[in-house]
């Protein structure tokens, strides 16, 4: 394991990956009660068999496979993995909010930071992720630009800053350094992504939203809005952050304005 860490890290794999591979190869390691030089294509095929009758995700599953892959190939240099299949991914449509649902939310919220943290999600269309690393240094109010520094992917980017909270960034320009992040804790600390989503939950609730609402919500519906609004796909692709047009296309199921000139025919 101490190889395999020291390989990801070379290769700049974010921390997150790094713990879920690691996590992954020991865990089929275990499952497979097996010698890492003497696991074999079987004990592979079986722990991923294993993960989905256990009703892990397409997703859980094909990260597993990524991890062995790595591991097996770059690592051990065993090349057993052609003929091993991927997950199949289900293909679920993003829950949107409508615009007057996200109003509520921001209506019904009192709490001055909270209403910045949804105010944020819904404008920038950041990832919750993402969110919580925004330093004030990334924060252009000249421009009306933030700065999304490392997103997903290792890669920065910029998104829009909503007119609607310039005052309050401002104002945070005045209280913070540039080094200090935007969102923090009661210790001062950065604020956690979990924090975050329930903050997003509770909102929700408040608001009477039936749908189940996350901090991505929030981002589905930045990007829904945009294209209902009649904002090119391809600007979205960018402030979405998205590495394929294909990915950001999935919004066009969704947006209304696809609907626009048709017609039930109950209301013919």
Known sequence: ???????????????????????????CLRFANQDPKNASQADVKAYL?????????????????????FYFEKILQRRFFLHLPRARKEKHLP????????????????????????SMLYGTGARV???THIKMIDIDLDRMLLRI??????????????KLLFVTL???????????????????????EASIQKIVAQAALRAGVSKTVSPHTMRHSFATHLLENGTDIRYIQELLG???LQTTQIYTHV????????MSPLDV
């Open 49 to 69: 068999g294993y993960l989905a009758d256990s009703n892990y995700s397409a997703s859980t599953c094909n990260t597993a496979y990524s991890a062995l892959l």
């Open 129 to 131: 992720s993402e969110l």
């Open 242 to 244: 998205h590495a394929k």
């Open 1 to 27: 394991m101490i190889l395999l860490r020291q390989e990801m890290k070379l290769r700049n794999f974010s921390p997150k990956t790094i713990d879920s591979y690691i996590h992954y190869v020991d865990e």
């Open 95 to 118: 829950v949107v909010l409508s615009k007057e649902e996200v109003q509520r939310m921001l209506n019904l919220t009192t709490n001055p930071k909270h209403k910045c943290i949804l």
């Open 170 to 192: 401002k104002n945070q320009s005045r209280l913070k350094q540039a080094g200090d992040y935007l969102f923090t804790n009661g210790r001062g600390g950065r604020l956690t």
């Open 255 to 262: 947006a209304t304005s696809s609907f626009d000139n048709i």
């Open 149 to 162: 520094y490392q997103g997903k992917g290792k890669k920065d980017r910029q998104t829009l800053i909503p």
